[in-house]
């Protein structure tokens, strides 16, 4: 109940390409989802967010698609750069915005091909 | 850079032994969070800390414990070290307890031999 799990594990795209990562959920609890970037030896950054009242958000080349009734979320990487190439955790915060605490999907490493 | 620092980058410690990690935040961010790190585990919330005060729990072992100073900074003790707690430990502000923007510090990589 309290995993995310998070699929592919690692994903190969042509610049330019679009890059799709997908995660699921069973705790209908959660109530925020973000996604975070990593790149080798940094710690994670958040790239972008989103709540379940919301099907879509968008964020430059950046997109979060919503399925609330499905528990699912992905994120949509458009045109996919070299610098894109990073590890991309999906989460999920449990507590109710009480606290902060995010439950991350296992990370995908992406890597962009010039 | 996100602004929270942590210390020490890098420790190497044997079995049995005990270790203190180190974490100030942002400024201004009252929250602090505590992350583990690993291959086979991922990234796993540990603790968080609202203001001194325990806000969250995650799975925490119980040899591992967390304490918030008042002028904010946090400090991670693990003691009687296995094998498997060989990991990065990352620490993670946020200004409000919701934790809905989390800035990550650059991690601790421990290693114990």
């Known amino acids: 109940q309290q995993q995310v799990k998070q699929s592919p594990q690692s994903l190969i795209v042509q610049k330019g390409g679009i890059s799709i990562i997908n995660c699921a959920y069973e705790?209908?609890?959660?109530?925020?989802f973000p996604w975070y970037q990593q790149f080798p030896g940094k710690g994670p950054a958040l790239l972008i967010a989103?709540?379940?009242?919301?099907s879509e958000k968008k964020e430059g080349r950046f997109t979060i698609s919503f399925n609330k009734s499905a528990k699912q979320f992905s994120l949509h990487i458009m045109d996919s750069q070299p610098g894109d190439s990073a590890t991309y955790f999906c989460?999920?915060?449990?507590?109710?915005?009480?606290?902060?605490?995010?439950?991350f999907g296992q990370g995908t490493t992406l890597q962009v091909k010039p | 850079d996100s602004g929270v620092t942590q210390t020490p980058k890098h420790l190497i410690t044997a079995t049995g032994q005990r270790v203190t990690l180190r974490c100030s935040p942002r400024s201004g961010d009252l929250s602090v969070y505590w992350y583990q790190q690993s291959l086979d585990q991922g990234l796993q919330f540990l603790i968080q800390y609202y203001n001194g005060e325990e806000r969250a729990k995650g799975n925490i072992l119980e040899r591992f414990s967390a304490q918030q100073f008042p002028d904010l900074h946090s400090e991670l003790n693990l003691s009687s070290l296995e094998l498997g707690d060989s990991a990065l430990y990352f620490c993670?502000?946020?200004?409000?307890?919701?934790?809905?923007?989390?800035?990550f510090g650059p991690g601790t990589r421990l290693l114990v031999l």
């Open positions: 993670a502000s946020s200004p409000g307890y919701g934790g809905e923007t989390q800035y």
């Open positions: 989103i709540r379940p009242d919301v």
């Open positions: 705790n209908t609890a959660f109530d925020y």
């Open positions: 989460a999920a915060r449990a507590g109710s915005g009480n606290t902060g605490k995010l439950i």
